[in-house]
């Protein structure tokens, strides 16, 4: 069965395209789009998606006020970020509001699709940019990690902040999934958070990776 896609954005031209880009993927399946977040928890309720695709900018509902929303009562439910900006105080807003993760709209239709299996599998996709961003933000105030994360820890922790999926991870630490997934569950449980987007949001607030 194709997962379940919403849409939010007030161009009513790209809500076409990428309903129709979604649904000619096999596992994926446009079951909504939405000019405005103004319904927006009524809207989830209804069409119960496996994901949402959100823009930023709206009239009748900010993307990243719809997010919060939407996170506050569905938790695991991923939200990517659909946007022309770049800038850092939008990519760290919609981080901390619960995104699981921030595609540039510009971003091609292969790697769009991409970053949407990765969210889906538990990633937190990003555009090449703005991963750099991110990085950058690390680069310049490196804290004492006070949260006893292992090296190993660290480093599954700062992938997954770059936007890596469980699977990608492990490939890059070559180590097994089930590894993988057991040392995300560590990180959880020592930063008091319940899934990979509290933890790179957490990791982004309290700069710990």
């Known amino acids: 069965m194709p997962n379940r896609i919403i849409i939010f954005d007030d161009n009513r031209d790209r809500l076409d395209s990428v309903s129709m880009l979604l649904n000619v993927a096999e596992d994926l399946e446009c079951v909504g789009t939405y000019l405005n977040t103004a319904k927006a928890l009524d809207i989830v309720e209804q069409t119960r998606p496996d994901l949402v695709l959100m823009d930023i900018d709206m009239p009748g509902g900010d ?6 929303l939407i996170r506050s009562k569905y938790p695991n439910l991923p939200v ?3 946007t022309i900006f770049d800038d ?10 619960g995104a699981s993760g921030y595609l540039l709209k510009k971003t091609t239709p292969e790697k769009f699709l991409q970053g949407i299996r990765e969210a889906l599998e538990g990633g937190a996709p990003m555009s090449g ?6 990085l950058h933000y690390f680069q310049e105030a490196k804290p004492v990690d006070q949260y006893n994360l292992t090296p190993r820890e660290l ?3 700062s992938l997954l902040v770059q936007g890596n999926s469980y699977k990608m ?12 997934s057991n040392h995300i569950h560590k990180i959880y449980e020592k930063l008091y958070v319940n899934s990979a987007t509290e933890a790179v949001s957490f990791a982004i607030k309290n700069k710990i990776v």
């Open 80 to 82: 990517i970020i659909q």
């Open 63 to 68: 993307g990243i006020e719809g997010t919060k």
């Open 88 to 97: 850092n105080s939008r990519i760290f807003d919609c981080l901390r509001a």
């Open 129 to 134: 940019s703005i991963a750099s961003k991110v």
């Open 155 to 157: 480093e599954i922790l």
């Open 169 to 180: 991870i492990a490939q890059l630490c070559f180590i097994s999934y089930n590894t993988v």
